[in-house]
């Protein structure tokens, strides 16, 4: 079972989940704009994707700037109370599966988390080839 954190506004997000649902594998998606995260979700994702708090801040199209939050010496327990209280701070989408957890970005990243790749040709929203016509992923 794979379970893709998602926010339906971001492309990103939106590319992966794609993917996954071209995969035909069985998935769950949590959209953690709504549902919010809990201090030991957020420090279990993190943990297992080898992220800290500083790596899964997302800096742009959030209020991190605005709160202060991209200033040197802003500590691990500071960004995650942070995330806490505004959940579009945590980058996103966050994938979790039997192979791994990772934050997908960029969208291609996800192809590692999938047993069975979608056919091909795929192509993120943007018009960008991730899987060739033959079914092989797009390198360049």
């Excluded at 071209?22 to 809990?38: F, Q």
């Excluded at 800290?52 to 691990?76: N, V």
């Excluded at 192809?111 to 390198?139: A, M, Q, S």
Aim: proline content about 9%.
């Amino acid at each position: 079972m794979i379970v893709i954190h998602h926010n339906p506004a971001c492309g990103t997000s939106r590319n992966v989940l794609a993917l996954i649902e071209a995969s035909g594998e069985p998935h769950v998606v949590i959209d953690y704009l709504s549902e919010g995260w809990t201090r030991p979700q957020l420090l279990a994702l993190f943990a297992a994707a080898d992220l800290t708090p500083r790596k899964a801040l997302r800096e742009t199209k959030s209020p991190a700037k605005e709160l202060g939050l991209l200033q040197d010496g802003i500590d691990d327990e500071t960004l995650l109370s942070a995330m806490l209280e505004h959940p579009v701070l945590v980058n996103r989408p966050i994938v979790c599966c039997p192979k791994g957890v990772r934050l997908c970005r960029p969208s291609e990243a996800v192809l590692d988390l999938l047993e069975t790749l979608p056919d091909g040709p795929f192509y993120k929203e943007d018009g960008g080839c991730i899987i060739n016509p033959d079914g092989t992923r797009h390198v360049g």
